[in-house]
C-alpha cells in the first residue's frame, strides 16, 4: 500500500504541485479547489471539512516561540495563495482571507486577513462556503 501511496504521490505532485505527504493528520471533509502549487507540513494536523484553494502553504517555524506546526480545527475555508505558519492554533468556523499571512494563534469564529493578519469575529464565519462538508 506505501508503495501505491508513493506513486500516486509523485504523480500528484508532478501533475498539479501539490505537496501533501501521508504522515499529515487530516480529518473528513478536506475539500482542495483549484489544486495547484498547495503545500503542507507533514506535521500539520487539519480538521474536518477543511476547503483549501490554490497557492496556500501551510508550513513550519523551526526556531523561536512558534516553532512547530499549524494545527486547524474544523470547518476551516482557506482561501487563494494564504499561508499559515508555525506552530499556531486555528479555532473551528474560520475564514483566512486570499494573501492572508497567519502566523499567531486565531480563535474560532473568526476571519482572518491580511499580512500581517488581522483577525475578525463572526459568528458562522464560513457558513456557505464549505465545500463537501462531511457530517
Known amino acids: 500500500m506505501q508503495l501505491v501511496y ?18 499529515t493528520v487530516i480529518g473528513g471533509g478536506l475539500y482542495i479547489g483549484h489544486p495547484y502549487c498547495i503545500t503542507i507540513n507533514p506535521q500539520a494536523v487539519i480538521g474536518r471539512n477543511v476547503n483549501i484553494h490554490r497557492g496556500v502553504v501551510i508550513g513550519q517555524e523551526n526556531r523561536g516561540k512558534r516553532k512547530g506546526a ?7 475555508w482557506i ?28 480563535p474560532s469564529h473568526s476571519v482572518v486577513i491580511g499580512n500581517p493578519c488581522i483577525i475578525k469575529h463572526k459568528d458562522h464565519a464560513t457558513e456557505g462556503y464549505i465545500n463537501h462538508k462531511s457530517q
Request: hydrophobic share 45%; aromatic share 8%; proline share 4%.
Open 6 to 23: 508513493r506513486l500516486l504521490f509523485r504523480w500528484c505532485r508532478q501533475r498539479n504541485f501539490i505537496e501533501l505527504s501521508h504522515q
Open 70 to 76: 499549524p494545527t486547524l480545527g474544523d470547518d476551516i
Open 79 to 106: 482561501g487563494i495563495n494564504a499561508s499559515i505558519v508555525g506552530g499556531v492554533k486555528v479555532g473551528n468556523d474560520v475564514m483566512i482571507a486570499p494573501g492572508a499571512f497567519v502566523n499567531r494563534d486565531v
